[in-house]
């Protein structure tokens, strides 16, 4: 028996007009390139989805049509990301409404936050909705961890569905996966946000991986699932380090010039565009564009990884 | 000629009700008190008056109840808090339809920035509306400090109309101060969000303060304002020692049951209703409140440093 | 064909006496105790052998007593742990005085750093010595992280023979595995200091492990690596799960009168204690001791991963 | 009744050579330089003297140096700067044998600490010493704060003789300042690290600074110190001001090239180069010197400010 929210499950890009409004063909077609490359799950309103960049009215655009497009076909988590209880609340209710099969939540952010307030936070938010709740443990984004105790505790006693660990703290994260497995957990989803270490995080108990990457090549992150439940972990190697290389592609854009966030944004968006899935790599502001030659060099890496002829 | 923020403009606080909506009233009365004590203005929706910690709708609430009660006595200063671009101008169009006179607006925060996109994101916000741009400069809460260089540069093309120095930086402080007058950039207002070196910012050529403890003692504040402005350093420092004392009500929330801020804003809270000011102590969730042993410790603070009997 | 450094290399614990001197039977006795194990290599005055608190003549006494029992049965490799280049160049003096094989050394701290510094830092010290350098990558300590593009490319000149990778970022430690082989740097030896993924990051490559827990439980990592090249990883992952059990030892030391240096130093020793390897778990100043109730704690949770009976 | 450590007492620079041995002339030099402008005490191998990057041996030539030339004119303080108690303790045992009037100790660092064990390392070390211990709070260096209610309980105790406040948080100063007068601790020596907030530091009741910046231009801040006792602070303001404008030097060495340590002490240096102090503007490996170019921005700052012709 395996949890609901398994597998590749990858954070939706959003794709953008240039005057910032959602690109709702594109994104419908992206949803299609997802399915049809069988992933698993889909994940929006996540920080890849540019969540923190997106208008409430363009959050409930994108959740309307990704719910409605999938039409029940895999589950549809949605982020409700937000710095604390009441305004996440709100997005929860519109989520619910919307149609989602789950929602995503971090840790408080702005605020000042403590491991006390972090439990109330969602043990609040669990007596706010009968939606299965996703902890989303982010510390570049809210700046602090989730201990691996308190989500245990918290699933234990039916607040957290899961947790999306984009943590990179791969030990805490075989914590949660060791403490699901002692504590009869079954239900309770253990996703890692990694993109680098899919097979690994699979191979130590992981049911399911969130990676960004796969905007970009979901049919590489969805072999590595299959050929890991096949037993076959050299062949999953071997795709994933072949997606390593094509997740240089982040690092192409100038340090100088834009932020981590623009560089790996723009990167996934440009590498969708050149594959045809999306008709225009815009970023929200304020993130800095990728230049001509940027692009260029990102055309050349998908050529390398096969993703282009 | 003076800036038009200028002098004492606490970070007013939002008293809530039990069950965390506004309390209209009470927020009415605190008005009431800060303008009484002769404060030069207000500045409603910081990170003093729990603004992240506040659903839209109690943000407008709040921002209309004070601009329309204020009536014009003093500049309405209103924050405009949210992660980037397009989320801070919806905040702005809100803020500027209830009558701000100004919008308070930090650095992108949960994303990932870059100082070329914290530049872009003012420059985009000033061609979204005619209303000052006060930058907010709160490292502890957004995780990144503005540049002098860069604020200046802002304040000389226009974009900025002051700023809200919160970072405790003191040395950058005084860069932006000395750079104000190389630049003869009289209308740009510098405030420093210190509630303890407010005479030595004074001194040093500030503008103007946004001491959250203004709401338990703003007549405190506003005699180290007149002090300082009659050339009576003596007499300001004293008072700000005394209202040093009278800070320490922020560390008696426990730190092993809650957050610095819950203790601060619980403290805040806490003597503002001993004082007769607010009705209710209540702070927004997922905040701790403050026991009674440790409200007892407060109203003892209170006495010792004359605010009650 | 091997690197020279590979296999289960513990970062020996350095026994003290009451008067904090170096107790020499004990470091004798817990060198015997690695050995007869099946350790293939020793690591010397690193973090977990309390390098940092040692003065030199005790440093000194490490490197000799352990260079000389060891007596070529494995390669030991010598910390050199240091603020700056002048100093380090003096412990590596030392280090191959006293016949070390290898010397281990981290970027520059203290002294605020830079990604061309430490690259002149490593390349200043190739020049004075003829000793294999391993670097070591520990940001907690050092609050730097080594660039994994530059850490490959001292490897590519001959700079580097290897790197300690304790800064859990799995995704750089990747990037690292994959780096040596695209550039086929056969001889550079990509160590984990992870205690907890041992298992998979020999599957992702890692030519060996420096667990400080080994100090502990040598059998039990030996067997690891073992059971990972004989391709049995099932029986490697069920043994680090026992490991990670063990490990939970680090974290019985309270707190509130501690810091984690001190709670996992004092584990390690008392463990070692109880187990009959050392004769005293006193840890260097000014790290606090374990109490009595806390010790029993730590013989509990041996007893349950069956190395007490 | 002022204390034995007050005034302007500047962080020596260490002239080196370029076989980067200590330049005894040129440090010689530098003390009558630092002596004839009137300075009241000096403080060498601290963060300013390059303390983290001479060998010990260096170390004990420049105290030793110091010691003799200023042959007890004015009191010298010896930083015993090294990551935790023994090693200190050597330190302050060579300092003692070199004459030195005080020490000046940090936390303990690389290692991870804890405030309980902050507060034993400081008492460990006063059962030591005769000397007199300068707390020294520099969290850049040593990544933790010292926290202001230890630093004065420690001061009751008679374990602290004073402290130097690096740390840049003015609050806490003030609390330290505050502290000192409501204890009566009237030998407890508050200096500031500060060089740009001299004036505002002793108007707040500061006894002393220590401005690495009063290498470059002793009698700057000699004049600010007379100013403030004789309360001309407008006097001192336009002197600090001044001294604001020549700090600027510290930010010329380019980022992409050097860290902000590089660029600070190569800029020290090179300006005392520039007024005949020292003969080698050197810095100890593995710091990145300054450019041609770079020097002579510094040079135009220099004249800008009065300091060259």
Not at 46 to 55: C, I, K, N
Not at 135 to 147: M, N, R, W
């Amino acid at each position: 028996m395996a949890t609901t929210f398994r597998g590749i499950v990858p954070p939706v890009c959003t794709p953008l007009r240039d005057n910032f409004g959602v690109d709702v063909r594109s994104l419908c077609r992206t949803v299609d390139f997802l399915l049809d490359a069988g992933v698993h799950g889909l994940f929006v309103l996540g920080s890849t989805s540019e969540v923190a960049y997106l208008p409430d009215r363009h959050r409930a655009l994108v959740m309307e049509t990704v719910v409605d497009h999938v039409a029940g076909r895999v589950p549809v988590l949605v982020g409700c990301i937000d710095t604390t209880t009441l305004r996440v609340a709100e997005h929860i209710d519109m989520a619910g409404q919307a149609g989602a099969d789950a929602v995503v939540v971090t840790a408080p952010f702005y605020a000042r936050t403590h491991p006390g307030e972090i439990e109330l936070h969602y043990r609040m938010l669990r007596d706010r909705t009968e939606l299965p709740i996703v902890a989303y443990d982010i510390p570049t984004a809210v700046h602090s961890k989730l201990d691996s105790d308190l989500v245990l505790r918290l699933a234990e006693d039916g607040v957290l569905a899961g947790i999306k660990d984009s943590s990179g703290a791969d030990a805490s994260f075989r914590a949660l996966v060791l403490g699901k497995r002692d504590r009869g957990l079954r239900d309770f989803a253990v996703l890692t946000g990694s993109e680098l270490l899919v097979d690994t995080m699979l191979a130590l108990g992981a049911d399911g991986a969130v990676p960004g990457l796969a905007n970009v090549d979901p049919v590489g992150f969805v072999a590595i699932h299959r050929f890991m439940s096949d037993g076959d972990s050299a062949a999953a190697r071997s795709e994933q380090e072949r997606l390593l290389r094509l997740f240089s592609i982040i690092d192409i854009g100038a340090p100088d010039r834009m932020g981590r966030g623009s560089a790996a944004l723009g990167a996934f968006k440009s590498a969708m565009k050149l594959r045809g899935v999306i008709d225009n790599a815009v970023t929200a502001p304020p993130q800095v564009p990728l230049d001509d030659e940027e692009v260029k060099q990102i055309e050349a890496i998908l050529a390398e990884t096969g993703l282009l002829p």
